[in-house]
Structures are given as C-alpha cells and as structure tokens.
C-alpha cells in the first residue's frame, strides 16, 4: 500500500531564511507521480508541481526548488529567501498505478510559518 | 472569471438527506477530479475522469457517493444518505493534460455540514 509521510507538522523561520521541506513515499509501483501542493489560509489549494518517477532530474522554479531521491524514497521541497506570503500548509501526495487503477495519497501536510 | 468554479459554497442538511455538487472545470481541460478534505487533514481523493470517462474512483470511497461528468464538461458528485461523517470541504480540480505535463487548478470548494 502507498503512503506519504511529512515528517514536520510544522516549521517556523524567519524572512529570508531557506528552508527544506521533508516529503517520503512508500510505493511498490515502479511508474508513479509525486506532487506538491500549497494550501495559504485562504484555504484554496495551489497545485505546485508534479513529478513522474522515471525523472530524477532536480526542478527549479523561481525561489522553489524540488530535489528528488528514489535512493531514499523522498521528495523533499526547499524554499529559498522565504516571504511571508509562503506560510501556508504544504501537501506532498503520491499517485501510483495498481491493479485497481491510478489512486491518490496526500500526507498530513507541514504548516510552515514565516515571520516578519 | 475563467478559473474552476463550485456551486454551492456552502451546503448545511439534515442526516439522510442527498445532497449534490456541481463543479465547472476551466474550459477545455479534459480531466477534471474531485477531493475531500475534513479540517485539519490533507485532502483525499475521491475520484476523477478524463473527458466523460470516469477512470477512477477511491476504494475507500462509499456507494453513497456518485459522481458525473455528461459531455465531458462540468461534473456532479452526489452523496446519497449523508451522514454526520460526511461533514467536510469537497474540491474540485481541473487540468489539461498534455504529454508529459499536467497543472491543476482548484476551485474554492463546497463546505459540507451535516447535522
């Protein structure tokens, strides 16, 4: 069975600071998708990136940054100069193949919270 | 506003009461997903279709719920019998997927109370 696990329930830093999302999956599919999404206190969710297993390659977007491990079966998503508008509840989920078809799995999310 | 919208906003009922959503994707995006998030929890996905075509739907997920998507356009999810468990924010998001690539985008939700 699929699972995602954020570590952190959550983090505070200040302005400016970087600062390193954890995200790890557990999956027997070896074709499968990670995501991660924003959710800011307006409570819209932000879809902010998706990945397809067979792409190691590290993604960089402006200030985000995503670093992608099959080694250590981790998605880990680093924000670099955090602002205050960045403090939300970031989601990593997974999407894998089986037998069932494709099925999504959100983890608990990390509330991260940038001050002044 | 050429962004996903959802009707109602806001939906209070009685248990075992049906109750129905309606989610309008932005135009032209071919695959469009329903998800429930209760506070404080992650999101969980519901289920999702590509064009008319309902492709997958949770195992998790009750008979009570049914959703879909005539002509490939906006969708509905009904739930059936609510109950009190049911409480939650029901998301709908749509994407065109092209290729490799896939974004999504969320409409501001359906809040569901049941009583």
């Known amino acids: 069975a699929q699972k995602v696990t954020q570590a952190q329930t959550e983090i505070s830093v200040v302005e400016k600071e970087d600062v390193t999302l954890d995200c790890v999956y557990e999956t027997r599919d070896t074709t499968y998708y990670l995501f991660w999404y924003k959710q800011p206190p307006s409570g819209e969710l932000v879809f902010l990136i998706r990945?397809?297993?067979?792409?190691?390659q590290n993604e960089i977007s402006g200030r985000y940054s995503w670093n992608f491990q099959k080694s250590t079966s981790s998605f880990n998503f680093t924000i670099t100069a955090s602002q205050v508008v960045d403090s939300a509840v970031y989601f990593c989920a997974l999407s894998e193949a089986d037998n069932y078809g494709q099925n999504f799995v959100f983890g608990p999310g990390t509330r991260l919270s940038v001050l002044p | 506003d050429t962004g996903v919208s959802q009707d109602p906003r806001h939906k209070i009922t009685k248990r075992g009461q049906n109750v129905t959503f309606r989610c309008d994707p932005i135009s032209e995006h071919n695959r469009l997903y329903w998800y429930r998030q209760t506070l404080g929890q992650g999101p969980e996905f519901l289920t999702y279709f590509q064009n008319e075509a309902q492709l997958e739907k949770s195992r998790l997920l009750s008979d009570r719920f049914s959703a879909e998507r005539p002509k490939g356009s906006f969708s509905t999810l009904e739930i059936q019998r609510t109950e009190q468990g049911d409480s939650a924010m029901y998301l709908c998001?749509?994407?065109?997927?092209?290729?490799?690539?896939?974004?999504?985008?969320f409409g501001p939700g359906t809040r569901l109370l049941v009583l």
């Open positions: 998001a749509s994407s065109l997927v092209l290729a490799k690539e896939e974004t999504q985008y």
């Open positions: 990945r397809n297993s067979f792409d190691e």
